[in-house]
């Protein structure tokens, strides 16, 4: 069949040279692979320069094609590439068909200054360095790995595992395919990496590993070949239910027309994505002539259906036509060289062309409305208008979207759009038949092998029952697990948008006791045994070293619990604590300065405020004073000591309202203080302190200064009270020191007798403050939190959930239930002071 179009091809080039004399011939190369795929894209070769020269007759070039095959293998095609530079004297080679083979041709291209026209290889990094003579009709992986992570990022998936053939086609995306992940804050956690000699039982081995790992979005970077080898295996290892993701790139998307009905059965809820090429009537009309054609010269093929590829290599046959046109001009522009027929095939005979930089200039001016749209090299490649999102849904591919840099994911296609904003609203995207067909979008992540429940880890606790209560029937053999810190799970389980199945598990040993402190019920997440930990679990730096903590559910601050001392006032001299002194020293100065102005004002017309000087001042005084309590007999005969009368009436009736409702306050309200409020009090006196047993409090005060002597643990909030009733003196504690919402709970109690005093920053009263700021450091609280494995999946979105549940009224109902408080509690948990 090859050389039926090959002779096709020099007839017809045969028949236009008789018919114009003038006409110049010129070598051009073609290299590709010679399968149903290659000889479809060089019938489309073909008729680009039947369409091009009939249209166009007066030209004076003629493409003369030099076909050859490179049989799938990077040596052939460099041979022939060499072949075609020294020996034939091609002006210009298209192809070769894979990135991989590319790679070397490219650098002969360079070395002999012949421009290289690939419409297939799509590696970025094959112009990561400038090249002036390799061109690429299509647009760089880049394009599409953007709009992949545009898909990542609009359902919020966090982890993405590629699998790729190990090959340069399938490496040379990994780092352009981070960038984009990384931009849209999604991670690699593993790269599967698929040898193209791989055996079905090494597929299936990879995919079983892939299956042991908790994510479940996969990107497939390969050609047809290995990918529906990849699929079909993955079907068979049931990845392909629900909750697994796969997004294909254009390497299999573009050629799904090859794949068999059996293949595409496996691959039903597959995403891919492909450059987007409208359906004009130019492509229609095409699509028919073609189908003509290869029925005619090539009817082996006649089933065939064409791909993006074939448009591509149609459009870039033309660009290269009217590129060589425009370098002839004059006919003594360009230079012709006969071919050699000695088929030298050594590197050291590979010359330099005369044409190839004015070649490569007006390849770079092309420009001109193509089967696929306007083609125009930038930066010696095409531009992509648009990406096109398809799902697999029967034996078609739908079309749920498309994506472009300035838009973002969208549904429709709008020519008259001028939408700029980036969009990644999953109402932009048609339905989306997933793996499994769920009937919601898989969140991208799984425990381990499908199906698996969490395993939710909580505490064994013989007090403060109100956070968790573990209670098991004897009879039924049935654990329930209740308390604050559970309904709080559970209401944020409710938040998650997806679905995700748990159970409770005591860590108790087979007496249905504790089997270990906090630290170590934390270990055991690190260890496996448990995916969460549900609890009154503080988050504390050292346990991030082992677990990841979603958000805190609770307000963090570590308090003082100590008895309350009945300060009732039985002095003497209650009566001045009304006013302090100086309110006293300026009531005082208020009376003696109107006393004078009163005697200025009357001691020369009253006879009342006359006689000697002691008389005078006694009776100025007397009257000053006698306001409080009674008229004075002393009549005042002078206006404006009249209206110094009336103001100063006014002022001593304030002044006795205010001290006698402050001395009323005094006398009939109980004063209720802490009896401490110093931590450094505490620690000069070596009084005992208490705190909750196995909590990390113990560490914190041994950090502050108290003795291992000094401290006594307890189990529950009847045990505190009893030690803080008996106090320091009697075995007890004189105070207990814990987190807030344990506080609360003490205080729910028995508030009447206990307040609680706020520890904002342990080292503001001790005297060397910078040795007790680094003993402290290391024991800071961020409130309880839920513990999940390191690098879990969950946290990010649990944390969110914490948020709607904290600002929502859930939390408030929650509160009410396990942690409410008396309403006789309120003024006592309103004394918070700095210890």
Request: hydrophobic share 45%; glycine share 6%; with cysteine.
């Amino acid at each position: 069949m090859i050389r039926r179009s090959s002779f096709f091809l020099f007839f017809f080039f045969c028949f236009a040279a008789e018919n114009s004399s003038s006409s110049i011939p010129v070598n051009v190369g073609v290299i590709l692979d010679f399968d149903e795929v290659g000889r479809m894209w060089l019938s489309c070769i073909s008729m680009s320069l039947l369409d091009f020269y009939a249209a166009h007759g007066d030209y004076k070039t003629r493409l003369v094609l030099h076909t050859r095959d490179s049989k799938d293998d990077v040596v052939s095609a460099a041979v022939a590439a060499v072949d075609l530079i020294s020996n034939v004297k091609a002006e210009a080679i298209i192809g070769p068909t894979t990135s991989k083979q590319a790679n070397f041709v490219i650098e002969l291209g360079e070395k002999a200054q012949v421009p290289i026209i690939s419409f297939t290889a799509s590696v970025p990094s094959l112009a990561s360095i400038k090249r002036p003579y390799f061109f690429r009709s299509r647009d760089s992986d880049k394009t599409q790995l953007k709009a992949i992570a545009a898909i990542v990022k609009n359902f919020g998936w966090r982890e993405v595992v590629p699998i790729y053939v190990d090959d340069l086609y399938g490496v040379g995306i990994l780092p352009y395919l981070f960038d984009a992940l990384q931009a849209v804050g999604a991670s690699v956690p593993y790269q599967s990496a698929i040898s193209p000699w791989a055996s079905d039982v090494d597929i299936l081995k990879e995919l079983y590993k892939l299956k042991t790992m908790q994510t479940r979005v996969f990107i497939v970077h390969m050609l047809p070949s290995l990918g529906a080898r990849l699929f079909t295996k993955a079907k068979e290892a049931g990845m392909m239910s629900t909750g697994y993701v796969w997004i294909m790139t254009d390497g299999v998307t573009n050629l799904l027309s090859l794949l068999n009905d059996s293949t595409i059965d496996s691959m039903q809820g597959v995403l891919g994505v492909r450059p987007c090429v409208r359906k004009t009537k130019e492509l229609k009309n095409f699509r028919l002539r073609w189908k003509r054609k290869l029925h005619r010269e090539q009817p082996d093929l006649v089933d065939a259906e064409l791909d993006i590829y074939g448009w591509l290599a149609y459009d870039a046959t033309m660009a290269l036509a009217m590129a060589i046109e425009e370098v002839a001009g004059n006919s003594t522009n360009l230079v012709m060289k006969e071919a050699n027929v000695s088929s030298n095939l050594l590197l050291e005979t590979i010359g330099v062309s005369k044409n190839g930089k004015k070649l490569s200039e007006a390849l770079s001016s092309i420009s001109f409305k193509g089967l696929t749209g306007d083609f125009h090299f930038v930066n010696q490649q095409l531009q992509s208008s648009a990406i096109q999102i398809v799902n697999i849904n029967g034996v078609e591919p739908k079309g749920i979207g498309f994506w472009t840099s300035e838009r973002g994911l969208f549904k429709r296609w709008k020519l008259n759009s001028t939408t700029n904003v980036y969009s990644t609203s999953q109402s932009k995207l048609a339905t989306i038949i997933w793996p499994g067909e769920p009937t919601s979008n898989p969140k991208g992540w799984d425990i381990a092998t499908s199906g698996k429940r969490l395993r939710i880890g909580v505490p064994v606790k013989d007090g403060f029952t109100e956070f968790v209560k573990v209670t098991r029937n004897v009879k039924t053999n049935i654990t329930d697990v209740t308390g604050y810190c559970v309904d709080v799970f559970d209401a944020v389980m409710d938040q998650l948008p997806y679905d995700v199945a748990y159970d409770y598990f005591p860590f108790a040993n087979s007496e249905g006791e504790s089997a270990g402190t906090y630290n170590d019920l934390i270990h055991q997440v690190y260890l496996g045994e448990f995916d969460v930990v549900v609890g009154d679990v503080t988050i504390l730096a050292k346990r991030s070293i082992y677990v990841d903590f979603a958000m805190p559910y609770t307000e963090a601050s570590i308090s003082m619990v100590v008895p309350i001392k009945d300060t009732k006032n039985d002095n003497a001299l209650i009566f001045l604590k009304p006013f302090k002194l100086d309110l006293w020293v300026t009531t005082f100065c208020s009376f003696v300065a109107v006393a004078f102005v009163i005697w200025v004002l009357e001691h020369r017309i009253n006879k009342s405020f006359r006689g000697p000087p002691s008389q005078q001042a006694g009776t100025s005084l007397w009257f000053a004073f006698s306001t409080m309590v009674f008229s004075p007999q002393e009549k005042v005969l002078n206006n404006l000591a009249r209206i110094v009368v009336i103001i100063w009436s006014v002022v001593v009736l304030i002044i006795t309202q205010s001290y006698t409702a402050s001395l009323s306050s005094l006398l009939t309200v109980q004063q209720l203080q802490p009896s401490v409020t110093d931590v450094t009090e505490l620690i000069r006196n070596r009084e005992f302190v208490g705190y909750h047993k196995d909590s990390f409090v113990k560490e914190i005060l041994i950090g502050l200064g108290f003795q291992d002597s000094q401290l006594l643990n307890y189990t529950s909030i009847e045990e505190c009270q009893e030690l803080l009733s008996k106090g320091s003196e009697n075995g007890g504690i004189a105070a207990a020191f814990e987190q807030f919402p344990l506080v609360k709970l003490i205080l729910a109690r028995n508030c009447s007798n206990y307040a609680s005093v706020e520890a904002r920053t342990f080292m503001s009263k001790f005297p060397n403050q910078k040795k007790i700021a680094n003993n402290i450091q290391q024991f800071k609280t961020r409130g309880f939190g839920f513990a999940f494995p390191l690098g879990s999946p969950l946290v990010p979105d649990v944390s969110r959930a914490i948020l709607k549940v904290t600002e929502s009224d859930v939390m408030g109902r929650i509160e009410d239930k396990w942690l409410s408080t008396k309403s006789i509690c309120a003024a006592t948990l309103g004394r918070v002071k700095d210890l």
